[in-house]
């Protein structure tokens, strides 16, 4: 099983920027489709992005698009998210997750449910 675990997070005033690493070990996730979710206190974990592990297929929530960038170095083993242009609603417990599916180059997958590894997050709070 691959491990994963999330770094990058902090504070930051809005309109400002982060980016979050997601570095795995145990396993290669050259074979995951990987996302990010985040989860605001009180609310439902949600999805983020994802990206295929051929990185040829990207998603993104509606609320992100334009602003959140996934990307991954399969050689490094680590997945990304940049965030520009960071708005207070943003704020959240971020964590990156993967999906072992070595099958299909460009499956990704948008579900908390789908995915089948998880690190354990790292706190983003953005102030206005």
């Known amino acids: 099983q691959v491990q994963l675990v999330e770094s990058g997070g902090g504070t930051v005033q809005a309109g400002g920027s982060l980016r979050l690493s997601c570095a795995a070990s145990g396993r290669t996730i050259s074979s995951y489709a990987m996302g990010w979710f985040r989860q605001a206190p009180g609310k439902e974990r949600e999805v983020v992005a994802a990206i295929s592990w051929s990185a040829t297929r990207t998603s993104y929530a509606d609320s992100v698009t334009g602003r959140f960038t996934i990307s991954r170095d399969n050689a490094k083993n680590t997945v990304y998210l940049q965030m520009n242009s960071l708005k207070p609603e943003d704020t959240a417990k971020y964590y990156c997750?993967?999906?072992?599916?070595?099958?299909?180059?460009?499956?990704?997958?948008?579900?908390?449910?789908?995915?089948?590894?998880w690190g354990q997050g790292t706190q983003v709070t953005v102030s206005s």
């Open positions: 997750a993967g999906r072992y599916a070595p099958v299909n180059r460009h499956i990704l997958f948008n579900t908390v449910q789908e995915y089948d590894a």
